[in-house]
């Protein structure tokens, strides 16, 4: 894959040593989501690390001193339904503050072709940070309608977090949305021929959710 100057790729001793207990096929789901959340946590500092401060007064035992902090409202989580769900907990870890909105996509099974069901998102989310989170880049369709989505309601500043990428989606995101930076823990090597990233881990959602 070429590179792209809007894509992080974690590589991370940590974070491959998880993904490897995530992908095997007889992790269960309570392991499965902890695993999620983790590496969510993970992701989320070096995502946050160009994030506006704010000066604060802090009053120590010894002195007055000048501090720095996140507006507590200056990030807003976007997981896309159903998958990315699984990723809300591992940001509110680390920054338990951020209000969440949500945007439905399903994937047809026939066509690929992502559709939006339901898009609720807090007010004011024009002036936030956006972080879209989505354990799964496959194709990147779902991922591109949503950030088109997030950006027909004004959204100007978005990351994107997935666990898992697949090079024809990761491009496709890059290319389409060259303002996004997109965070990625691990790339794979290709799709399948039913839109399954290899090696991969199966199909998120059900493995969360327990759905099948
Ligand atoms: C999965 C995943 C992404 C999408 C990725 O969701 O969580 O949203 O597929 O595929 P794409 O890059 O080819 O669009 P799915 O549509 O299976 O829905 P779910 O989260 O409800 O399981
Ligand atoms: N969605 C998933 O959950 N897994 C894949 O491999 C591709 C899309």
Known sequence: MKNYDNVFIFNHPL?????SILRYKKTGMKEFRELIEEITAVMTYESMRDIDLIPVRVETPLEVTTQYRVPEESVVIVPILRAGLGMVNGVHKVFPT?????????????TLEPCEYYCKLPDGIENRTVFLVDPMLATGGSACDA?????????????????IGAPEGVARVAEAHPDVTVYLSTLDR???????ILPGLGDAG???????
């Not at 951020?98 to 026939?110: F, L, N, P, Q």
């Not at 290709?190 to 399954?196: A, K, R, V, W």
């Not at 059900?206 to 099948?212: C, H, I, N, V, Y």
């Open 15 to 19: 974070i491959k040593h998880k993904i």
């Open 98 to 110: 951020a209000k969440v909105g949500h945007i439905g996509m399903y994937r047809d099974e026939e």
């Open 147 to 163: 950030l088109d989505a997030l950006k027909k309601r004004g959204c100007k500043k978005i990351k994107f977090m997935a666990i």
């Open 190 to 196: 290709e799709l399948n021929g039913n839109g399954y």
């Open 206 to 212: 059900d493995r969360l959710f327990g759905t099948k």
